[in-house]
């Protein structure tokens, strides 16, 4: 199965940039998801493809993909986006997903 | 509006069958994959299978396979995940997810698998 690397936990300050790392071996050359988990809801995705928002989803919520690591960013951070996020890549016709990361807006 | 509701979560012995069911609305159900994802007490996200539109091809997680059968009925637009020989790793929360190409973009509330004995 694909491993997918993420940290434990990330903080940011309120208002500031949040970055959320997914490393992979040549993860670059997947497609990367992102999904949003607050407590006792379901995942929500934020981020398709690399570097895509659904609708409805903030502009301050971006994405990026390159070599061996993918990247969340939420900008203007928001106690609203306390949450967990996993990234996510289709591998070989299964699914994989990192072990989440928590944020906390401080 | 896509909404999923899961059902047939219980509590079960090990080594026990469970069958559990999704009900979807909102979107043209046999236009789409499905997925099974679930997530156990305090854990991640785990992937545990996929079913393609038609209905006709599988994919399953190392951990379950040959325990769990995914099918689906299009005429009912539901989605359905046959376990058995259930273990106490099993226990967990289980999504079913909407499939878009690659990604998961539509979730259900969950239906919660207890496996103790």
């Known amino acids: 199965s694909y491993d997918l690397t993420q940290p434990l936990s990330v903080s940011v300050a309120l208002g500031q940039t949040a970055t959320i790392t997914c490393g992979g071996d040549?993860?670059?050359?997947?497609?990367v998801h992102w999904y949003q988990e607050k407590p006792g809801q379901a995942p929500v995705l934020v981020i398709y493809r690399d570097s895509n928002r659904p609708s409805g989803i903030p502009e301050r919520f971006s994405g990026s993909n390159s070599g061996n690591t993918a990247t969340l960013t939420i900008t203007e951070a928001q106690v609203g986006d306390e949450a967990d996020y996993y990234c996510?890549?289709?591998?070989?016709?299964?699914?994989?997903f990192g072990g989440g990361t928590k944020l906390t807006v401080l | 509006e896509v909404h999923l509701v899961e059902s047939g979560g219980v509590a079960v012995q090990p080594g026990g069958s469970l069958r559990l069911s999704c009900a979807a609305s909102?979107?043209?159900?046999?236009?789409?994959?499905m997925h099974w994802v679930r997530q156990g007490p305090g854990k991640g996200l785990e992937w545990v299978s996929f079913?393609?539109?038609?209905?006709?091809?599988?994919t399953y997680a190392d951990s379950v396979r040959g325990r769990f059968t995914i099918f689906r009925d299009n005429s009912e637009s539901s989605l359905y995940l046959q376990m058995n020989s259930l273990r106490d790793e099993d226990t967990a929360l289980y999504f079913c997810?909407?499939?878009?190409?690659?990604?998961?973009?539509?979730w259900g509330k969950g239906t919660t698998v207890t496996v103790s004995s």
């Open positions: 996510q890549v289709w591998d070989f016709n299964r699914g994989a």
């Open positions: 909102g979107f043209t159900f046999d236009d789409y994959a």
């Open positions: 997810v909407k499939g878009n190409d690659n990604y998961m973009d539509v």
């Open positions: 079913i393609n539109w038609e209905g006709d091809r599988a």
């Open positions: 040549d993860i670059g050359s997947k497609n």
